[in-house]
């Protein structure tokens, strides 16, 4: 166990897959001798060399055709998106391609190529920093979206996603990449896909965060303990597949819900776990699910601490939560 | 080969008095070589044919036909080695046949059944195959290109003296990825041929409105590399650039663009109508230079086949493309389980779930509910 930050988190993991399989290549913009815009792959041109930690031109669909091409070949490219705020040049890449190959060719061509994008607000970075749509990838089918929420989580998601089989968007909670060190296992330590974590338990009322937003939720929770409310916290960790058995059961068992999350509320990732527990847990929850989310606007600047959903208004939603029945 | 730099040009048509070859013969292609050739072309032709009219009598959905570009695919899939990487588009059928993939495999693709390696999952012409390192075509245009940058630079960096190989249509050269293919190609050196069949025409878009540019192969010089003009209609001429674009390639040399200038005589598919954007008279002037009928005359001068024989080769082409649809047509469509593999590795407890519900309620199974 060694304390890292999440984005160290994400070194490492880069370093042990590169150290354990020569067919691990990365690709990005300023990601070689500038070690990436946020440290991500700092020292790994030096130790894996050029042809392994390539420097690309500023073209995100190049970025992700190139990897595709890579990945046919058979190699395991992990191409790093600047911000998630700039991969829509390589959307036709992602829906077209990426996530149709497998299918579109019967299983002939698998593509397995790893997209790891910073995403969410917090950092002052405005309209094209700061934004989270995950849920424009988590409805293309083919694709696995993943997002971790501590350093241990980053590691291991991001092995077990390199060494998965099919296309991963792996998307890093940049609000907190140094913000909250924790231990993380040395060595190769992978996390399964597809499995939420229970960050937190609890009796009264589930809680479903992912990504930065599940420290903010943390907070929340620990906070209502005073006033003698359990508030169970899941990180869900993978939003493609989902982990629904694991939100089920804790639905089961405190019979509220509430949901958070940065991206805006309409079609968000928050209507499908609503729409989900309104299918399969009805007749367990005691009062309306409630989601926090960003507003219904683009992302802005100057007020984005009002946007984003705070602890304040995570606890509230919680506590009209557990009062409303 | 005219390079790009050559006399400025009136229209696209005027391309044929543009010289095109150095007057040699390509080297190592003999009159078999180039019988068998012609024969793969008539395939592709025979294909097209009875492709056109299954589709028309509503036994397959649709069709892409190849018609008049038939020179260029051939001839530039014969330069290459099998081993190489194809990435083609949808126009694609006579590079398949051309690489030895099995008419039967074609049709079942076609057909959508149970035999199709895709699955049934794809509109016709949009052709996978793996173990001919063919790879699986979309509809999108262009998407193609930087995955063949992908797969060189891959083959290159595992030690593979093979290249790879875009396949694209002037229509494509407009498109986002054809600039970041070529780009990323340029920057890396990558060991790729962009091979471009210019037929003139992208669906009614003519090719003087698809780019100012005077010639598409000149496009390459601003991503530092090379490229070149030909006669995509002249199977030699194309073999003969296919052939030096590879061995640049091998030796180090970086990516060429291939600009073989060829024409669609058929519609864009079978869902699209010609005489509204075109005239009768291009289309004459271009079947004046129809690829089959050039390596037949030359064949035929050079006393290397006797028109008995060039009859006897469309009518083998025929039956056999006749022997493989009676082969193929009954075969049932895929299972309906089918329709849940492969969209991960393995199906997620959710497509699970859906399976099951889909099963349970198709006819037939009894018509037990949830």
């Known amino acids: 166990m060694t304390e890292l930050t999440l984005i160290q988190g994400v070194n490492q993991a880069l370093r042990e897959a590169m150290k354990a399989d020569p067919d691990v290549v990365l690709l990005g913009e300023d990601i070689g001798v500038n070690g990436g815009v946020f440290r991500a792959t700092e020292g790994l041109l030096k130790e894996f060399g050029e042809d392994r930690v390539m420097d690309t031109p500023l073209n995100e669909s190049g970025i992700v055709g190139t990897a595709v091409g890579m990945a046919l070949y058979g190699l395991k490219p992990v191409a ?32 397995h190529v790893v997209l790891r994008a910073p995403y969410g607000g917090g950092i002052k970075g405005g309209l094209y920093h700061s934004q989270s749509t995950e849920q424009l990838f988590a409805s293309i089918p083919g694709l696995k979206v993943v997002v971790p929420s501590t350093p ?67 907070q929340a929770c620990q906070g209502l303990d005073a006033q003698g409310i359990h508030a169970e916290l899941i990180d869900l960790r993978s939003l493609v597949p989902l982990d629904e058995a694991a939100l089920l059961r804790s639905v089961e068992k405190t019979g509220r819900a509430v949901i958070v999350h940065e991206a805006p509320r309409f079609c968000g990732y928050g209507a499908e776990i609503a729409a989900l527990l309104a299918e399969k847990a009805l007749y367990s929850l005691k009062a309306p699910v409630v989601r926090v989310t960003g507003y219904d606007t683009p992302f802005p600047y100057a007020l984005e601490h009002l946007y984003l959903p705070s602890v304040d208004r995570v606890s509230r939603a919680i506590e009209r939560t557990v009062r409303a029945a | 080969m005219a390079r790009p730099s050559g006399p ?5 048509l005027s391309v044929q008095a543009v010289p095109v070859t150095s007057g040699r013969a390509p080297e190592g292609l003999t009159a078999a070589d180039r019988k068998r050739m012609l024969r793969v072309m008539l395939l592709s032709r025979a294909l097209d044919e009875r492709g056109m009219t299954l589709q028309r009598q509503g036994r397959i959905g649709f069709y892409v036909p190849v018609e008049g570009q ?24 006579a590079v398949a046949l051309s690489r030895g993939i099995p008419l039967r495999q074609l049709l079942s693709q076609l057909y959508g059944d149970r035999a199709d390696l895709c699955q049934g999952r794809q509109m016709p012409n949009h052709f996978a195959f793996r173990e ?23 083959a290159r960096l595992k030690g593979e003296k093979v290249v790879s190989v875009a396949f694209f249509g002037d ?18 050196r990558a060991p790729v041929i962009f091979f471009c069949q210019n037929n003139q025409w992208a669906i009614s878009l003519p090719r003087s409105k698809q780019t100012r540019s005077e010639t598409l192969a000149q496009k390459a010089e601003a991503y530092g590399f090379s490229g070149l003009q030909v006669d995509g209609n002249d199977v030699e001429a194309v073999y003969a650039a296919v052939k030096e674009a590879r061995a640049r390639a091998i030796a180090g040399g ?3 663009l291939i600009e073989a200038v060829t024409y669609r005589m058929g519609p864009h598919t079978t869902s699209d109508d010609p005489r509204r954007y075109r005239s009768a008279e291009e289309l004459a002037l271009w079947k004046s230079r129809d690829p089959v009928e050039r390596l037949k005359e030359t064949l035929v001068r050079e006393h290397a086949l006797t028109e008995e024989e060039f009859d006897q080769f469309l009518e083998a082409a025929r039956a056999e493309v006749a022997a493989a649809i009676q082969e193929v047509e009954p075969l049932p469509p895929p299972d309906p389980g089918t329709l849940f593999d492969d969209v991960f590795a393995r199906r997620t407890p959710q497509l699970e779930e859906q399976r099951a519900a889909f099963l349970a309620e198709l006819p037939g199974s009894g018509g037990r509910k949830e």
């Open chain 1, 80 to 111: 790093e998106i600047q911000f998630l705020d700039f991969i829509y040049p390589a959307f036709d890449q992602i829906v077209s391609e990426l996530a149709k190959l497998r299918y579109r060719s019967g299983g002939q061509f698998p593509c």
């Open chain 1, 152 to 218: 241990a989580d980053a590691k291991g998601l991001l092995l077990s996603s390199i060494f998965d089989e099919d296309p991963v968007l792996f998307l890093e909670p940049k609000r907190i990449y140094r913000s909250l060190p924790g231990e993380v296992p040395d060595g190769d330590h992978r996390v399964p896909l597809g499995t939420a974590r229970v960050a937190r338990e609890g009796s009264d009322v589930s809680v479903f965060a992912y990504g930065a937003m599940v420290p903010v939720a943390q």
């Open chain 2, 8 to 12: 400025p040009r009136e229209s696209p």
């Open chain 2, 70 to 93: 038939e020179g260029a695919q051939v001839g530039c899939a014969v330069a290459l080695d099998p081993k190489d990487w194809l990435c083609p588009g949808y126009r694609e059928t």
């Open chain 2, 132 to 154: 001919f390192r063919f790879v699986s075509a979309s509809s999108p245009i262009g998407t193609q290109i930087p995955h063949a940058v992908g797969l060189a630079l891959a």
């Open chain 2, 171 to 188: 229509g494509a050269t407009s498109s986002n990825d054809f600039h970041s293919g070529m780009n990323f190609a340029g920057v890396y």
């Open chain 2, 254 to 256: 970086g990516p060429t």
